[in-house]
């Protein structure tokens, strides 16, 4: 029998405890693990030891900006997901945020349920489809280096075989 997959995990990180609460009860509703903080500073911490399938991060915090935030999450965690949650729409640096890979999606406040749980989703999905990926890639990597033997071993049977064994 299979074992059942863990929900997908999401570290939520907004400095408003109101915002904070309202997300996380959203977000657990929809049978996701959720895992708040309202400092950059301890979530950056937590994801060092951490893998996170979704990052989401208010943009205007009083310890870090939001994309300044989620900037070292990817460096940290690459694989994971980052949403950017802004009330404060300056499009010219969430764009450049999105170009650069730093985000995958922002999120105006206040946002709509039904589009912050898609975007979830659609994160989540993002961070499978990169470990997948990576998986694949160590597969591939594997195999390769299995046929780089395979006319080795050729050669070695060819010897057998004209020796009589």
């Known amino acids: 029998m299979t074992p059942p997959l863990a929900p997908p995990s999401i570290l939520i990180v907004e ?5 904070l609460a309202t997300l996380k ?7 996701f693990e959720v895992t708040t903080l309202s400092s950059p500073l301890k979530a950056i911490e937590l994801v060092k030891s951490r893998d996170f399938s979704v990052i ?8 870090m900006m939001g994309v300044d935030f989620l900037l070292e999450c990817r460096r940290l965690r690459p694989a994971s997901s980052r949403i950017l949650l802004t009330a404060v729409l300056n499009l010219s640096a969430v764009v450049d ?9 922002f999120i105006a406040k206040p946002w709509l349920r039904d589009e912050l749980v898609a975007a979830v989703r659609e994160a989540v999905q993002k961070h499978d489809l990169i470990l997948r990926n990576h998986a694949l890639e160590a597969e591939i ?7 780089r033997t395979v006319p080795a071993q050729a050669a070695l049977s060819g010897d057998a075989v004209a020796q009589g064994v």
């Open 15 to 19: 400095d408003d405890l109101m915002v």
């Open 25 to 31: 009860v959203t977000l657990e509703y929809e049978q």
């Open 56 to 63: 989401i991060s208010d943009h205007k915090m009083p310890e």
């Open 97 to 105: 945020a999105i170009k650069r890979g730093d985000i995958c999606r």
């Open 141 to 147: 990597s594997r195999l390769r280096g299995q046929l």
